[in-house]
């Protein structure tokens, strides 16, 4: 990832996004200093295109997450209603600027439909998101409590605000 391409797309997006409109009145806001995290979805940069095609058409409005993940590593931020990302694809070039809109968490086994069909992978059906994601859960772990149906699954749900050309 090359810093100097993502502070440009910053510092595009947060105007584009319309989130520095009050500066001009109240001064400088957080968030013309705080740079949001960058991740990409995935675990190859391939499935990180993918995804990526996914949510800059419109068809994926949701991810989800291991919360052992996160346990795992305290480091990494967890996502937060109103929190913004900025996406990577695969080569690490910033993309999309994105807020969460919901975080909720659940056992696998109780991922409903509508957020399978939220994250908008393969035929969007429950069958095929379990599938999917119990086979990624299981090979990307950064855990080592292994896969259970009943393992927390953190469900972000999330809007594009501004996505590079």
């Known amino acids: 990832m090359d810093q100097s391409l993502v502070d440009a797309f910053w510092e595009t997006a947060r105007v584009r996004a319309n989130l520095n409109r009050l500066s001009i009145y109240t001064g400088p806001q957080p968030l013309d200093a705080v740079q949001p995290p960058t991740w990409s979805f995935g675990a190859t940069p391939e ?5 990526l095609a996914l949510v800059l058409d419109g068809t994926k409005t ?18 937060e209603r ?20 919901s975080v909720t968490t659940v056992p696998f086994d109780e991922v409903d439909a ?3 069909r939220a994250e908008g992978e393969g035929d969007r059906t429950l069958e095929h998101w379990r599938e999917v994601h119990e086979r ?30």
Do not use: C, K, Q
């Open 47 to 51: 499935h990180a295109d993918e995804l």
């Open 62 to 79: 949701a991810t989800s997450t291991a919360l052992w993940d996160f346990e795992a590593n305290p480091s990494e931020p967890r996502p």
């Open 82 to 101: 109103g929190g913004l990302s900025i996406i990577l694809d695969g080569a690490g070039i910033p993309r999309a600027l994105i807020v969460t809109t």
């Open 114 to 116: 509508d957020h399978a």
């Open 136 to 165: 990624f859960f299981t090979e990307h772990a950064a855990h080592d409590r292994g896969f259970s149906p009943t393992m927390p699954v953190l469900l972000e749900r999330f809007e594009v605000l501004y996505a590079a050309a």
